[in-house]
């Protein structure tokens, strides 16, 4: 189902869109597979640690209390209030370990629903949380554990735990909702339809203690996380407007879940996006695109690119709350990623109409691009070419000649060295484009001129022996357009008093 | 290959190093290539010549010294400064071998390097920061999240991974550091480069025999490692001196031809007399105990044994009856069996300038070591580079004659200290390794003073030992020389060289203990050789250095 994709492209342009769409496939997936790995990551550090008993008291010489799995079973199982409390604390204990938790073990002494229980017996708050604890962490393992957990009927349980009078149990039922809402969409809409969402926003309050905003944040993150479905729209407008309100946080971490809680909600089809700019959320995340934190500038700028993805209007907003005065240092950015956002983010301003087209050379945003394009990281490298591409298609005349002045045309030109004969195909095309304006300006011959000046014809007759056939008649068709043997004579360059050409790019006498 | 800029070739002073400098030269000539020469002896030299030169040269070329050491670090040179590093020191720093953008590397494919692999040694800068500030990369939070007994658990955890890490780092560079050894020889590096590029001639071949025969003589490289190298070097030479062959007769004055021998290992015996190359060899003395006197006598056994008159046998070999010579090595080959020497013969090459001259390859590299350490005072200190450099052109025989003289001298020399050592007991266990010092006074002490010749003494004097004493755990220890060095600054030079055994790998660990030895004791040491297993020490230090590195060893 890719029909979100399609919308990405406003470009009306041929083959560009086409190959756009496959483009954006491609880092979605690369996206996926980056989280994934650093969920491994996550598990990985538990498994490094020398074998550890099962006993607790391995763990803590101070206590003496030992339990076999045999015994946890039977006194969870049992009537005694005391025995309960003290084996669920055990597996609690053991479910906390930082290495291997036996969390199989656990499942299969079929003490969930037991612990579900647990759950409900007010009159017995300890119980209450380390079941909520246990269930926690067993929810934070596999698949398989989250649904062992879900199908021990924990989901209505924990949300009536939200509103204890506990503030340490609700807490932790808010972390296990959270640890279950991360699963995956079918769990996430399950918490939605028991109505978790009216329990949840109501923990938020301006006495809430930070710790504990944390905690709601990340579970509120999670339920407005993964596509296939969507979360349900009805869901999104309850969450947003806390959401904003957690997003002004000055918490760190809030902040950070808070956005990619947002950056989400905009990875979505148009009405959407307009959910988040109708917040009137956008000026903050521009505000936060600028922080100095990697873990907050990631985000957000992740926000406001999907922002940038939808209409005109939309896009609009992103501009009028200031982001193409972030870009240009994000551009600069030392971090590939970022300069990779970055680029992808003003490649969709630059398929805008021509009037943003126009605010975003106002905005002083061709100098960066074109050291992008001469030195940047060739992800981002790749993404600029994109800008110059679709700037080309929407920009008019007097915008072009502006790009060419800004001296795009030589790290254009050095990319057609590129092993990727997608980008090479996006530059020929583009180049195509500038032809075409300088035909408008009757200034083909110099622009003839330029192109050889800066080894671009020696490039472009190379490409004619690509092995990529796209490549080959895009490279072809430009020789023979602007580059036909019986004109060269009348092209021999002129050289200036100085010796330099006098149509040079340095010396701003290039007008077409 | 190294585009119009003037280059600055920096010449470590071993006989090796000589010889690729010659056939580099030689290439530069070929292409018009301009270079500086500058000598260097050791660590300080390179830094002061590199710091003089490093604002009009961009590109530095390095022979047999800058391998084994963080080039980088130790010279501070400027982004658009190149190296290009052609050095049989090992192992070879691992910066040096990971930065792809400032140091080249000249070595032969085939040279088992054994570097750690990247990703042990090294983290890249994103992983540090994912570590040191637990995960701010920006990445997606995790979907779900364990509560941990105590959260601080996790960023312990993370340090704890990491000093791991850092441990196993240690591990794998202190294994990868510990020994000294040789790779193959910068010559035949060298030569095999002018090879690939067409422009290989008779001459740098011989260069590259001499830098082979070089490590050979030095004792650098195990015996296979010889062979071997001596049979890719026989493919050329049959190559290059093929055509000389069929026409045997026409040999002119100015004509060279190599050619492969299986010839004895006695000591400059073709410039010498048979009976004094026999005495001055380390393979035939230490064998035959020379230094007593059974030893003596077992000589005299071995001459009547070959049935040659001692007259002949005592005088210049060139002069000797055509008639003995004809079957001289088989002769003296047979009876050594009999003495229990088995390889007195080794493959090896010679050379001849047209019908008169003709040097083995140890010949030359005897001689161009004695002129390169010849400790006769004149001139400015690069004069014996650039005569022992001048040695090895063809057009400077008389250069090479002088050479051979010294050689002699310096052979003899050698042989007398090691007599002397042995007969006086000056060879002592220290437990885990022998340890000699020489004392200011001995007759040619000033002769070891240098490097080189000190090494060969340590090698002949270590063969010797290990032939005269019965202890059988002795035999198996390395051994620790020292000798005055600069009398008035109080200072010795001191050497560590591996046990003398038949299978030895040739590998010295003696340059990082000496590094730990001077750290732990802070002995006022100078590391500058480019062997690390050779050291300057203040002679008051010595005895507290010792110390340290007997317990060290231990």
């Known amino acids: 189902k890719h029909r979100q994709h399609m919308r990405k492209f406003k470009n009306k342009g041929k083959d560009a869109a086409a190959l756009r769409m496959q483009r954006v496939e491609v880092s979605i997936e690369l996206r996926k597979a980056k989280k994934d790995e650093q969920i491994l990551k996550r598990r990985n550090i538990s498994l490094d640690v020398k074998e550890g008993s099962l006993s607790p008291g391995q763990d803590r010489p101070d206590e003496v209390i030992q339990l076999s799995l045999e015994e946890i079973a039977e006194a969870v199982n049992g009537n ?31 003490i969930i629903p037991r612990m579900v229980e647990f759950l409900s017996g007010a009159d017995n708050a300890a119980l209450q949380f380390e079941a909520a604890w246990a269930l926690t962490n067993i929810a934070s393992g596999t698949s398989e554990h989250t649904r062992a957990v879900v199908e021990g009927g924990a989901i209505p349980a924990l949300i009536s735990l939200l509103s204890s009078p506990h503030m340490h149990i ?43 905003l944390r905690n709601i944040t990340w579970t509120l993150s999670n339920l407005c996380r993964n596509k296939n479905p969507y979360p349900p729209l009805d869901a999104v407008e309850k969450i947003l407007p806390v959401l904003v309100c957690l997003i002004q946080h000055e918490d760190k971490d809030i902040i950070i879940d808070s956005c990619w809680a947002v950056s989400y909600l905009t990875d979505g089809s148009n009405d959407r996006i307009q959910l988040v700019v109708d917040t009137g959320v956008l000026p903050r995340l521009v505000e936060l695109m600028a922080s100095t934190h990697l873990m907050v500038m990631t985000p957000a700028l992740r926000a406001i690119g999907n922002v940038v993805t939808g209409t005109d209007q939309q896009t609009q907003a992103a501009i009028d709350a200031g982001v193409l005065a972030v870009l240009p240092r994000l551009l600069r950015h030392t971090k590939p990623t970022i300069q990779k956002e970055a680029a992808w983010t003003l490649s969709n301003i630059a398929a805008g109409p021509c009037q943003q087209i126009q605010q975003l050379i106002t905005c002083g945003l061709l100098p960066p691009l074109v050291e992008l394009l001469d030195k940047g990281d060739f992800k981002a490298q790749k993404e600029g070419v994109w800008v110059v591409a679709n ?22 030109l050095n990319l057609l060295s590129a092993k990727d004969s997608k980008t090479i195909l996006i530059i020929l095309d583009t180049l195509s484009n500038l032809f075409v304006a300088a035909e408008k300006l009757g200034e083909t011959e ?9 080894d671009g014809l020696e490039k472009i007759e190379d490409l004619q022996n690509h092995e990529n056939n796209m490549v080959y008649r895009a490279a072809l068709n430009i020789i023979e357009k602007y580059f036909s043997g019986e004109e060269n004579s009348d092209l021999e360059p002129q050289t200036g008093q100085d010796g330099l050409y006098d149509f040079s790019v340095e010396k701003q006498d290039f007008n077409f | 290959l190294l585009s119009l800029q003037r280059v600055l070739l920096l010449v470590a002073s071993d006989v090796d190093a000589l010889c690729a400098c010659k056939i580099l030269q030689a290439l530069f000539q070929c292409d018009h290539v301009q ?39 130790i010279l501070q040179p400027e982004e658009d400064t190149f190296f290009f590093v052609c050095d049989s020191h090992r192992p070879i720093n691992v910066v040096n071998v990971y930065n792809d953008t400032q140091i080249k590397l000249l070595v032969k494919q085939d040279d088992d390097l054994d570097v750690p692999a990247y990703d042990d040694i090294f983290r890249d800068e994103e992983e540090e920061e994912e570590d040191s500030e637990n995960e701010s990369d920006g990445s997606e939070p995790s979907d779900k999240r364990r509560r941990f007994e105590e959260d601080v658990i996790e960023r312990t955890m993370k340090r704890r991974q990491r000093r791991e890490w850092e441990a196993r780092r240690r591990e794998i560079l202190f294994d990868y550091e510990q020994y000294e050894y040789h790779g193959t020889s910068s010559a035949m590096v060298m030569f095999d480069l002018a090879w690939i590029m067409s422009k290989d001639l008779n001459d740098m071949l011989w260069w590259a025999i001499v830098g082979l025969t070089d490590q050979w003589v030095q004792d650098k490289i195990t015996q296979m490692k010889y062979v071997t190298d001596i049979g890719i070097l026989q493919r050329h030479v049959s190559r290059h001196n093929h055509r000389n062959e069929d026409e045997e007769n026409s040999l002119s004055i100015d004509c060279t031809r190599i050619a492969f021998e299986y010839d004895l290992r006695l000591a400059l015996y073709q410039h010498w007399s048979l009976y004094e190359s026999l005495c001055n060899t380390s393979y035939t003395s230490a064998r035959f105990k020379l230094w007593s006197v059974q030893g003596q006598k077992r000589l005299q056994e071995f001459l009547a044994d070959m049935g040659l008159p001692l007259k002949q046998v005592k005088q210049k070999f060139n002069s000797m009856d055509m008639t003995l010579k004809e079957n001289l090595r088989e002769m003296i080959e047979e009876s050594a069996n009999k003495f229990g020497m088995k390889d007195l013969r080794v493959q090896t090459f010679s050379i001849h300038f047209g019908f008169k001259n003709k040097f083995s390859a140890s010949d030359i590299v005897y001689a161009t070591t004695s002129l390169m350490e010849n400790t006769e005072k004149e001139g400015p200190e690069t004069t014996n580079f650039i005569r022992a450099l001048d040695s090895l052109s063809r057009g400077n025989l008389d250069k090479l004659h002088q050479g051979l003289e010294l050689a002699k001298k310096q052979l003899c020399a050698i042989q007398q200290t090691v007599a002397s050592c042995i007969c006086t007991n000056l060879v002592i266990s220290q437990g885990p390794f022998l340890y000699c010092c020489l004392m200011e006074g001995t007759p040619d002490v000033r002769l070891f003073s240098k490097p080189a010749s000190l090494c060969l003494l340590s090698k002949n004097l270590l063969k010797s030992f290990v032939c005269s004493t019965k202890n059988k755990r002795c035999k198996l220890l390395p051994l620790v020389m020292a000798a005055p060095m600069d009398v008035e600054q109080g200072t010795v030079i001191m050497v560590g060289i591996p046990p003398e055994t038949e299978s030895s790998d040739k590998k010295n660990f003696f340059g ?22 050779i050291i300057e020490l203040k002679t008051e230090d010595r005895s507290k250095f010792l110390d340290a590195l007997i317990s060290l060893l231990s």
């Open chain 1, 80 to 110: 005694n209030p005391k025995l309960q409390l003290l084996a669920t604390r055990v597996a609690r204990r053991l479910l906390s370990k930082q290495k291997d938790p036996p969390i199989n073990q656990i499942i299969e002494l079929g």
């Open chain 2, 35 to 73: 270079y500086t020469l500058v000598p260097v002896s050791g660590w300080q030299e390179l830094e002061t010549a590199f710091l003089e030169h490093k604002d009009q040269f961009k590109y530095f070329v390095l022979i047999n010294c800058g391998a084994n050491v963080d080039l980088l670090e």
């Open chain 1, 446 to 454: 110099k622009l003839c001129l330029l192109v050889e000046e800066l």
């Open chain 2, 512 to 533: 990082r203990a000496f590094e730990k030895a001077a750290d732990s004791t802070n002995s006022r040491t100078l590391h500058n050789h480019f062997d690390m297993s």
């Open chain 1, 391 to 412: 700037f080309t298609t929407g920009g008019t005349v007097d915008q072009v000649v502006e790009l060419v002045r800004s001296g795009v045309l030589k790290p254009l």
């Open chain 1, 170 to 212: 609700s807490e932790q039922s808010v972390w296990a909702l959270g640890n279950i809402a991360g699963d995956g969409p079918v769990y996430r809409d399950a918490l939605i339809n028991c109505d978790a969402i009216p329990s949840l926003l109501a923990l938020v309050s301006p006495v809430t203690p930070v710790g504990f």
